[in-house]
């Protein structure tokens, strides 16, 4: 899978959306789960439960998730119970 170039993201938020979930790597080399909504941050040592733990949060109400490689590019970009393209 090829990575997008980084982008600002405002063109990814629609008024159908509650939260942006976004997982990256931060500048200790660990994986950080963020949500639009909290306050606190999640830190994963792996990607695969970064994702994991992202798409659980992710499912539970209208959201995007936005997930980003170690050098910041965008790999996945999915949308969780938005009515045009709902996510099951």
């Known amino acids: 899978m090829s990575a997008l ?3 600002s993201e405002p063109y990814l938020r ?3 959306v509650e ?3 976004r997982v990256a790597m931060n500048r ?3 994986w950080e789960l963020t949500v639009t909504d909290e ?3 999640i830190v994963c040592q792996t990607l695969a439960d970064a994702k994991r733990r ?3 949060i992710a499912g539970k109400r209208p959201s995007e998730l936005i997930i980003r490689d170690a050098y910041h590019r965008l790999v996945e970009h ?3 119970g938005i009515a045009c ?3 099951e």
């Open 54 to 56: 992202a798409r659980a």
């Open 5 to 7: 170039p980084l982008q």
């Open 85 to 87: 393209g709902h996510h």
């Open 39 to 41: 306050p606190t941050r």
């Open 78 to 80: 999915e949308r969780f």
């Open 19 to 21: 939260i942006i979930v």
């Open 14 to 16: 629609s008024r159908a």
């Open 28 to 30: 200790h080399g660990a």
